[in-house]
């Protein structure tokens, strides 16, 4: 399994940046997929989670409204909208899945993509 994000950077507060993570290696279609964030001196926080249906299963609440989560299952890719972007917002953005083997459900990890809003 490999998860790979790209698509972050600077930008300035009331900005918009567009996260996108390619996944390989399990069918992706077939599962749910998140997307994480970790500001620094803070733990990693949930951000979004997408059915593999392809519909928003939750927003973190001080992103709901401002984010938009979306999948293609053609293209295994999964993708953050992020709008009105603040301060706080400041973070590494990491996308995750959970992949059955044997029974159990193994989590993934992409290597993160930094996201610093600033003026």
């Known amino acids: 399994v490999q998860l790979v994000e790209s698509g972050g950077g600077l930008v300035q507060p009331g900005g918009s940046l567009r996260l996108s993570c390619a996944a390989s290696?399990?069918?992706?279609?077939?599962?749910?997929m998140k997307w994480y964030r970790q500001a620094p001196g803070k733990g990693r926080e949930l951000v979004a989670t997408?059915?593999?249906?392809?519909?928003?299963?939750y927003y973190l609440d001080v992103v709901r409204g401002r984010f938009t989560i979306s999948r293609d299952n053609r293209e295994n890719t999964v993708s953050l909208q992020m709008n009105s972007l603040e301060p706080e917002d400041t973070a590494v953005y990491y996308c995750?899945?959970?992949?059955?083997?044997?029974?159990?459900?193994?989590?993934?990890w992409g290597q993160g993509t930094q996201v610093t809003v600033s003026s």
């Open positions: 995750e899945t959970e992949v059955r083997s044997r029974g159990s459900l193994i989590p993934y």
């Open positions: 290696g399990f069918t992706f279609s077939a599962y749910a």
């Open positions: 997408i059915y593999s249906t392809g519909v928003a299963a």
